[in-house]
């Protein structure tokens, strides 16, 4: 029933009922009460005249003949009552009514008023000693004056209101035929009413819900050309707009988010209490560094507190702020800007800058140039000093001039590789470096190598050995790959001390040659290992002059590497021993 009740059927089915019901309540009332009128004014003209024409009768001829002639004058739903005097009365022979007693008559007052000589219609109850069933028991009765020799009587006549019952009976029942058949000419109706408007509505309905699950594409089909069609063609058009819409905001967010996410800088929307709402990768990796830095705490601040403390000032001063701050080893640059929402701040979006990259490279050229200054100093002060010594004539002898011009010739090539390996890395680093690819056949190739430090190893008194299984022929470019292994065989021999070992190792995989440089030297501290291929880097600070080199050697090696594609690292541990490891690819 509560279904019914929901639906539009059943409650425009429920609505013509209860309007049909209501109107047919009212006509009933109206019709039964017209019909009760209706007859009883008709029964009152008839019986009152033939009352009058017995009165008449009964006083214009004898008593037996009088009697006889009324007795004929009452149809059979009647009965006759004539009253000469208290003890002379008769009544119709009816079996169908009982007789009225007299004392019932002269006992009421309205009734009682025929003997007076006035004309009486009334509708009454008979008295229970008179009632011959319980199922017709109220009587209609009409009373006229009788003027007779004995003084005034009187002429009654009444009847049984049965046939207005039955009349009642007949139109309750005319009216709830009428009912039943308003009833299934409604239920037939609403039903139409289904069909025709019902329906697309119902289509509406599943169709609005398909919407809301994203259906944009789903449509009403349109049957009729009145306001219910007109209905469909506007939900069609707001659907095809809704689904225009949502692309152009999906296409909007996708664009946005794009920008975000390809974008170097780290973004991150705060809300007016400071809550994070967008944020892209790089905003990602600085929040996982704060969170990381602090313990992943349950009361954790969503943002540093410096970062709070910006948020607020930018929304209090409604201008941009800026701080740098470190966090976790990188430098970041944040910038808060507000947002607006009208006139009204609704929120800030922080712009976030990692500047480790910039200060690392501001820092890199400070050491530079002090590196740079530094290794320039002492050869240039010692050209300067020993050729003020031959100027000065302080060498007296030939040999000690030829000594000094000696040590002024060893810093003038030092210089030169200096500067020349300057030159080198710059180019590399600028990417000028050109490779010459060849195939080498890599045993011989390594062979020819080591044999160019055999002398230096005998003289170190350090065995220099080869650890290589395969033959192999690798694509690169030999010259500067032969740089790179001078100068890792040649660091290896000068911190390899007497009785050590050096052992250059080839290994392929399907993929890469892996060629490893290992002593057994003293090795490089943990703290130092970052730090080997940088610039002018010596691990070994008290290192003479005699045996220290430009300090670029590595950082050369590295960018010839990576030139060929490939990778360098270094594994070392103080005491034991340091190998540098580099790949190349084969393919």
Do not use: C
């Not at 109107?23 to 004014?41: P, R, S």
């Not at 009334?122 to 009373?143: A, D, S």
């Not at 003289?459 to 220099?464: F, P």
């Amino acid at each position: 029933m509560m279904a019914l009740w929901r639906s539009v059927v059943g409650k425009l089915w429920l609505t013509i009922l209860l309007l049909v019901a209501f109107v047919l309540f009212i006509l009933t009332v109206l019709l039964l009460g017209f019909f009760e009128k209706y007859y009883l004014e008709k029964t009152g003209d008839q019986l009152t005249q033939q009352a009058v024409k017995v009165a008449r009768v009964v006083a214009e001829h004898d008593e037996q003949f009088a009697r006889s002639i009324a007795w004929t004058m009452v149809d059979d739903v009647s009965k006759l009552m004539i009253i000469v005097d208290d003890r002379h009365y008769w009544y119709s022979p009816n079996e169908k009514l009982a007789d009225l007693p007299l004392s019932f008559i002269q006992q009421d007052r309205q009734l009682s008023r025929v003997f007076n000589g006035e004309k009486v219609v009334k509708r009454t109850l008979t008295p229970n000693q008179t009632m011959r069933n319980n199922e017709y028991n109220e009587l209609f009765i009409v009373g006229v004056p009788l003027q007779t020799s004995n003084g005034n009587g009187a002429v009654f006549v009444y009847q049984s209101l049965k046939a207005v019952e039955e009349t009642t009976k007949q139109t309750t029942k005319f009216i709830f035929l009428a009912a039943f058949i308003a009833i299934v000419l409604t239920t037939v109706f609403a039903f139409f009413l289904s069909t025709r408007i019902t329906a697309p509505l119902r289509k509406m309905r599943q169709v609005a819900f398909e919407i809301a699950r994203g259906k944009f594409d789903s449509k009403v089909p349109i049957v009729t050309h009145d306001e219910i069609g007109e209905l469909a063609m506007a939900f069609n058009q707001m659907g095809r707009q809704l689904q225009f819409h949502i692309n152009a905001l999906n296409q909007e967010k996708e664009q946005l988010a794009s920008i975000l996410s390809s974008m170097a800088d780290g973004v991150i929307t705060l809300n007016r209490n400071g809550e994070v709402l967008i944020t892209n990768p790089p905003a990602d990796r600085f929040l996982q560094a704060w969170y990381y830095e602090q313990g992943q705490r349950d009361d954790l601040s969503p943002l540093p507190p410096q970062v709070n403390e910006l948020f607020k000032t930018a929304v209090t001063e409604e201008k941009e702020q800026a701080i740098e701050m470190a966090l976790q080893g990188r430098n970041w640059v944040i910038v808060i800007t507000p947002l607006y929402n009208g006139k009204v701040i609704r929120g800030a979006v922080a712009v976030l800058r990692d500047m480790t990259e910039e200060r690392r490279l501001d820092k890199l050229r400070k050491d530079f140039i002090a590196n740079v200054s530094h290794e320039l100093r002492t050869p240039i002060a010692m050209l300067q000093g020993y050729s003020e010594a031959i100027v000065d004539d302080i060498a007296a002898t030939d040999e000690e001039k030829k000594e000094l011009a000696k040590v002024i010739y060893d810093e003038s090539l030092r210089m030169g590789r200096l500067v020349n390996d300057l030159l080198d890395l710059a180019r590399m680093e600028a990417g000028h470096l050109t490779l010459h690819h060849e195939q080498v056949s890599l045993r011989p190739y390594i062979e020819r190598i080591i044999h160019k430090f055999q002398g230096l190893a005998k003289e170190k008194g350090v065995r220099l050995l080869v650890d290589m299984n395969d033959e192999l022929v690798v694509s690169f470019d030999p010259d500067r790959i032969e740089q790179v292994m001078t100068n890792l065989i040649d660091n290896a021999l000068r911190h390899t001390d007497d009785g050590g070992e050096v052992r250059v190792i080839v290994a392929a995989d399907e993929e890469v040659v892996r060629i490893s440089v290992q002593d057994s030297g003293t090795g490089i501290p943990e703290e130092d290992l970052p730090f080997v291929f940088e610039r002018f880097y010596k691990a070994d600070k008290a290192r003479t002059r005699g045996r220290s080199g430009t300090g670029l050697g590595l950082a050369i090696a590295k960018n010839i590497v990576e030139a060929h594609k490939g990778t360098i690292t270094v594994h070392s541990k103080l005491g034991e021993g340091t190998t540098f490891t580099f790949a190349l690819p084969l393919k």
